[in-house]
């Protein structure tokens, strides 16, 4: 089975998702030709066909299929051998995956970015990838304890039952609750009763957990909802008067500032948001140990005050 190399699997595991050859190739950054004779001569000595080749898209048999489905295994078992060598050598991780609650400002997270380059610079490092992501409530605490992130930012709620990670508060950010100056409960009396609220939509965020059950929060029983993709969607569509609901603070404050939103006290209010930094390694390697100090000694009590706007897109699930 000489056919059968890393190389090989991951030109399978392009051309899946990139739909053809040459879209793969451009990825692999390889001539066509190379993506081709890889593929057939993999089919040579496995002896089998992994493509149909008689559908405009490049589309797996069975036997293909198969073969990529175990091999993304092996794929993902080679790049965490690369990780731990790496980290064995020089202490540093070849990538560390970051995910972030979209409850915290992207503005909030770039400047750690750059300083951790700049250490990486300054000790004449290979840099150590960042792989960002954004997580949606219960998502966050599903990303690091499935292994799809090495840190979490701004994760709330409580942390998964089961134990095995490694937690610090960061904030309590405050909710507020906020309309479009001509949504109907702008010019309603305050404090909103729930039995008011209830009477008109709400908008909800989608929880991005994978397998952890997936939450909501926010919302009545028996509301009407719209389900948006993310925090960035929820903020538009409130300011669209498409409906009401509880925004953190700092989203929401530039937009009260402008007077793009309204926000209305509450006779049932909801309490701040808890937020922490969550993950795994009981021993982390240099660069996840710099994040977690870099983490610690941020002002997050500035972020609980206020923040810039934060715009995302991602795909819905549950919702928040």
Same mark, same amino acid.
């Given at each position: ?76 078992? +080679?790049?965490?051998?690369? &990780?731990?060598? &790496?980290?064995?050598?020089? $202490? !540093? ?32 490092? %290979?840099? =150590? ?7 949606? @409530?219960? *998502? %966050? ?9 090495? @840190?979490?930012? $701004? ?6 039952? $089961?134990? $095995? ?5 960061? /904030? ?32 909800? /965020? ?10 909501? +929060?926010? =919302?009545?029983? *028996? &509301? ?13 569509? &409130?300011? /669209?008067?498409? *409906? ?34 969550? !993950?795994?390694? @009981?021993?982390?390697?240099?660069? @996840?140990?710099? !994040? ?7 002002? !997050? ?11 995302? /897109? ?7």
């Amino acid at each position: 089975m000489m056919g059968l190399t890393l190389e090989s699997l991951e030109v399978l595991d392009a051309i899946e998702r990139r739909g053809s050859f040459a879209a793969a190739a451009r990825e692999l950054d390889r001539v066509p030709s190379a993506i081709t004779y890889t593929v057939r001569r993999l089919e040579d000595a496995l002896d089998v066909l992994l493509f149909d080749r008689r559908r405009k898209r490049a589309t797996l048999t069975a036997a293909g299929r198969e073969l990529l489905d175990q091999g993304r295994h092996l794929l993902a078992d +080679a790049a965490a051998l690369e &990780q731990r060598v &790496q980290r064995i050598s020089t $202490g !540093w991780e070849a990538e560390l995956g970051i995910a972030i609650d979209s409850i915290v400002p992207m503005p909030f997270i770039w400047p750690l970015c750059a300083r951790f380059y700049a250490e990486c610079r300054d000790r004449h490092l %290979a840099h =150590t990838r960042l792989r960002l992501s954004e997580e949606v @409530l219960g *998502g %966050a605490w599903d990303a690091v304890a499935d292994g799809r992130a090495d @840190l979490v930012i $701004g994760a709330s709620g409580d942390a998964p039952p $089961g134990g $095995g990670l490694r937690t610090r508060l960061l /904030a309590d950010i405050p909710l507020v609750f906020a309309v479009a100056p001509a949504h109907p409960l702008a010019s309603h009396p305050a404090p909103l009763r729930d039995a008011e609220v209830i009477r008109h939509r709400g908008v909800v /965020a989608a929880d991005t957990s994978r397998r952890l059950p997936q939450r909501s +929060a926010g =919302t009545l029983s *028996g &509301q009407e909802t719209l389900t948006v993709a993310d925090l960035g969607a929820k903020l538009d569509a &409130q300011i /669209a008067g498409l *409906g009401c609901g509880w925004l953190p603070l700092p989203i929401a404050a530039p937009h009260v500032a402008s007077g793009k939103l309204v926000v209305k006290a509450m006779e049932t209010p909801r309490p701040s948001a808890r937020i922490y930094a969550a !993950w795994r390694e @009981l021993h982390p390697g240099k660069g @996840l140990s710099w !994040w977690i100090d870099a983490i610690g000694a941020s002002p !997050w009590h500035a972020l609980a005050a206020s923040g810039p706007r934060r715009r995302v /897109a991602h795909t819905p699930r549950s919702a928040r």
